[in-house]
């Protein structure tokens, strides 16, 4: 990536960690792991939307068992339209099946400090340790990526948006309206409704975790939401799921996503795997209508492990293309975040970005904090950087 090389230390060696940790689960395969019943419940939050805290809480208290279980669900009574889901994949049809090879050229990642813009098949891998690995099986992904601006939030934002790296700067590029009509616009449709739905989500992970229901909100005024088109192309030869096969044609790779949680729209069930506590391959097929919620690492190591982040891929194992318009959902990039018994917020006077700001239900003397404060963006940014060829 066309970046400056900065210092971020402590978050290298956790994207390091995060690689161990992945390649440990995939490469341990069948390993003999005690677990509860591994599920991806189906959630319908329409009773959330009610007048009644007693309503909104039992709706927490199932997402509180999803996320302390597969760290998966999917959601219906979600309350966005289908014409707006589908529109946006029709536009991500229309992106990468109509743009002119050159135009797609002159946006692709490599001239973001951020990766946003068009991100050919061949240029990452979401395991960085694929790169290197002798038997590597090339994504055969192609992606659109973009970012938070004011201009995309309804609430207009606060304007204190800042980039990953702390940049006052608008990170994102557009094809032009001439190039790809409506583009814009549709996507300011389809992301300004998941940002809405992401901020009530958090404020049922607030009841979920045992806080005030509006513990977030003033870590949410601009918060980071990075979200992709996907286009998986239809595979030459597919295979069905084959525990003792390694595939030979990859979408997505095995990864655990990086913000805090990610609300996934997909235009066919099939093609998700999640991997299950004995380490097998899990499909996840979509339900109609509905959305695939997952936790992220930030979240994880936010609840100190409580919420899990669990490791997933896709593989299109049918004859058809595939479109997924991922959102990754972040607190405000310039957030500090503690893992800590101490509510140090309580007593500091410093601006909200700085106070540290802990989960005070994640962290017992049984279960002391295993992760070093680190503001969201930074953390996010170190993630991202490690997939790109020349990050
Ligand atoms: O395309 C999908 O279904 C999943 C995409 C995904 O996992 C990701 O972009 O992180
Ligand atoms: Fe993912």
């Keep these: ?9 402590a978050t290298q060696s956790e994207a390091r960690r995060a690689q161990q940790y992945l390649n440990s689960r995939i490469t341990n395969r069948n390993a003999d792991v005690p677990h509860k019943s591994f599920s991806v419940p189906e959630i319908n939050i329409a009773p959330s939307f009610s007048a009644s805290l007693e309503d909104r809480k039992a709706v927490a208290a199932q997402i509180n068992e999803a996320c302390t279980n597969s760290g998966f669900f999917h959601i219906t009574g979600h309350g966005i339209a289908e014409h707006t889901r589908q529109d946006i994949l029709a536009l991500a049809k229309c992106f990468f099946k109509t743009l002119p090879h050159d135009k797609k050229e002159a946006l692709h990642v490599k001239h973001s400090n951020y990766m946003r813009g068009w991100e050919p098949a061949e240029y990452t891998y979401v395991n960085p340790e694929d790169w290197s690995a002798e038997d590597v099986v090339p994504e055969s992904k192609e992606g659109f990526n973009w970012g938070y601006e004011a201009g995309l939030d309804p609430t207009g934002g606060d304007g204190q948006f800042r980039e990953l790296d702390g940049a006052d700067v608008n990170g994102n590029s557009w094809p032009s309206e001439e190039d790809v009509p409506g583009f814009y616009e549709t996507i300011k449709e389809y992301y300004g409704q998941v940002l809405d739905l992401s901020r009530h989500l958090f404020r049922l992970f607030a009841l979920a975790l045992e806080l005030p229901e509006h513990y977030f909100d003033e870590m949410m005024t601009h918060p980071g939401g990075i979200a ?16 003792d096969q390694k595939d030979k044609e990859v979408g997505l790779g095995a990864h655990s996503d990086y913000e805090c949680f990610t609300i996934l729209l997909t235009s066919t069930a099939s093609g998700l ?29 936010w609840t100190n492990g409580v919420y899990k982040s669990t490791v997933h891929r896709v593989v299109n194992r049918t004859k058809e293309e595939r479109y997924s318009v991922p959102f990754f959902f972040s607190i405000n990039y310039d957030q500090m975040v503690e893992v800590s018994l101490l509510r140090t917020y309580i007593v500091s006077p410093s601006p909200v970005a700085d106070r540290r700001q802990t989960l005070p239900s994640c962290t017992t003397p049984e279960n002391p904090s295993k992760f070093p404060p680190i503001r969201a963006g930074e953390y996010v940014l170190e ?9």
């Design 273 to 301: 795997e999640i991997l299950s506590p004995d380490n097998t391959w899990v499909p996840a097929p979509a339900v109609e209508g509905g959305f695939i919620i997952n936790v992220a690492d930030f979240l994880m190591r």
């Design 1 to 9: 990536m066309a970046t400056a090389t900065l210092a971020y230390s």
């Design 383 to 391: 993630r991202l950087r490690a997939t790109a060829k020349d990050g």
């Design 228 to 243: 992709r088109l996907l286009y998986y192309p239809a595979p030459t030869n597919p295979q069905p799921l084959d525990p």
